[in-house]
């Protein structure tokens, strides 16, 4: 027995692995092929001459040049105003990969408790391609959300987004749904979900400009942030998870890889068919930007984020409207007109909220934006309705924190959306002859200057005002000067009154002429009697 196991054991050895290698030959000949083809597929070159293609951010006169990336989308987007500081292909259905789970993250954020429980069923462990990234996780083991949230984000775990699913949205076919719900209550329009981690599944897809609106909300939440910042993360045994084990961030601007000032967090994202994806959010000098890139090859993702951090940066500011706006003021209401006399013989009381922003390009001073006003009359008219019901049941004024929505400002750097801010009706109606304080000044506090007359047509009328009141009011409206001293023209009052006095003197040079004519006639009359009786 031992000889033979010696002699014929290597013999019967040698045979078992010859037999092997037979039988597995044509496999790895099949594969050998495939790997081969596959090769022949040059993304770098690929990525290369993505660099041509249009970027439509730099189509707007007088804003910045953005730079020229191997991307195929990308977005730079100003996160409290929503600008966009850079546009390339931003609504091109793409395939998002992994970057989908901030999507996951955020319905988990809003649904759940960071200490609930997310128990692992087998349906969500094996649903995931294999070799896909996970934690190992078993079924029947469990984690908390909080913990579920950092294996999501640190090690982009397959599984543990589809436990999150499944806990969320009570199975995984119906939690797709609520991901394209809520991507449509942010604004999306180009996206579409199919589960909960972006494996690939060629109805899955979204759009750089979705994306943004969707890691706007998601780093709006500070915790959030925290946990998709994190490089690495602990996570400790249980008596429902019994192994310890570090995780690691593959984000190279989070892991200190790509060192950048001011990242508050992101998401990485592959597979084959979408290549490589990335999310980033940096905030520097109260300015918070949020990049995404789709469709990039490695390490280029990183590369390109930090070139359009950089050139949003440099070459853009946040302001405040109400530091800056000179045109609307409590001075110069005249965009309010109404057509009806809502608010008695008082000043309009309104302001430009002070939370709106605008995020325009350094080189362009405020005052060259163009502004567009979206004024609801109804609105207007309700609130001085609910104030005057109020004030009549000896109710107090309200707060600033009350203040009504009555309009929009619009804010543009030639077609581009920069910023818009609210106009407020403040919840007071001064009596007759006073000046509300809280609106003298654009919404700063201060005391109350001297009440200049009131424009015309500005739903700020009086019916009871005598005529040659009227007629001084009408006037000193055409022209007025405005709180800094500008002076303004009412030209559509100005062209009213040409028309007036045009009118006005057409009829009396109408009457003179016929009162001439009447008159001439009278003579040449009187002139032929005396003629005849000079004959007789």
């Not at 045979?15 to 022949?40: D, H, K, N, R």
């Not at 570090?246 to 068919?273: A, Q, R, S």
């Amino acid at each position: 027995m031992k000889n033979f196991g010696g002699k014929f054991g290597r013999k019967f050895l040698t045979l078992l692995i010859c037999g092997i290698l037979c039988l597995t030959a044509c496999p790895f000949q099949v594969f050998a092929e495939e790997q081969s083809e596959e090769e022949e597929v040059d993304y770098y070159a690929q990525a290369q001459e993505r660099k041509n293609k249009e970027i439509q951010s730099n189509k707007t006169q007088g804003w910045p040049e953005g730079p020229a990336i191997g991307a195929e989308a990308a977005i730079l987007m100003e996160a409290e105003t929503g600008t966009i500081l850079y546009a390339k292909n931003i609504h091109e259905h793409l395939y998002p990969a992994s970057i989908t789970k901030i999507m996951t993250g955020l319905l988990a954020y809003e649904n759940l408790s960071m200490d609930d429980m997310v128990e692992f069923s087998e349906t969500a462990v094996f649903s995931i391609e294999y070799g896909s990234a996970s934690i190992g996780i078993d079924p029947g083991e469990a984690l908390t959300v909080e913990q579920s949230l950092y294996a999501l984000f640190v090690a982009s775990a397959n599984e543990v987004a589809a436990g999150l699913a499944e806990k969320i949205g009570g199975s995984l076919d119906k939690f797709p749904d609520m991901m394209n719900r809520r991507a449509k209550e942010l604004g999306c329009n180009d996206t579409h979900f199919t589960n909960s981690n972006g494996l690939f599944n060629e109805e899955h897809y979204t759009s750089a400009y979705d994306m943004a609106l969707i890691s706007r909300e998601f780093f709006a939440h500070e915790e959030l942030a925290k946990i998709a910042n994190s490089p690495t993360y602990f996570m400790e045994s249980s008596d429902r998870q019994p192994e310890e084990f570090t995780l690691f961030n593959k984000h190279k601007l989070i892991n200190g890889e790509i060192e950048y000032e001011g990242i508050l967090g992101g998401k990485t994202g592959f597979v084959e068919m979408s290549r490589q994806t990335l999310v980033t959010c940096a905030e520097r000098n109260d300015m918070r930007l949020i990049c995404v890139i789709l469709m990039e090859e490695s390490p280029d993702q990183f590369n390109d984020t930090v070139e359009l951090f950089d050139y949003g940066f440099n070459n853009f500011h946040k302001l405040r409207i109400s530091d800056h706006e000179k045109k609307y003021t409590i001075s110069n209401p005249g965009f309010m007109s109404l057509g009806k006399d809502i608010y008695g013989s008082n000043s309009i009381p309104f302001v430009v909220s002070n939370t709106g922003f605008v995020c325009i390009p350094k080189n362009i001073p405020f005052e060259e934006l163009t502004s567009e006003v979206e004024y609801d009359d109804q609105k207007a008219e309700q609130a001085v309705k609910d104030t005057k019901e109020n004030s009549a049941e000896g109710a107090t004024s309200a707060s600033a924190g009350e203040k009504a929505v009555i309009g929009k400002i619009k804010y543009k750097v030639d077609q581009w959306d920069v910023g818009e801010t609210e106009i407020l009706f403040t919840g007071t109606i001064p009596s007759s002859g006073e000046t509300s304080s809280e609106g003298a000044t654009n919404g700063m506090t201060g005391p109350a200057p001297e009440q200049e007359p009131e424009p015309y047509g500005t739903a700020h009328y009086s019916e009871n005002k005598s005529f040659i009141d009227g007629i001084k009011y009408f006037f000193r409206g055409i022209f007025h000067s405005g709180a800094n001293g500008t002076m303004y023209l009412d030209v559509p009052a100005l062209l009213f009154l040409i028309i007036i006095v045009s009118s006005i003197l057409i009829v009396v040079i109408f009457i003179l002429s016929y009162l001439n004519y009447i008159r001439r006639r009278r003579r040449r009359a009187r002139r032929r009697r005396k003629k005849q009786q000079n004959q007789m």
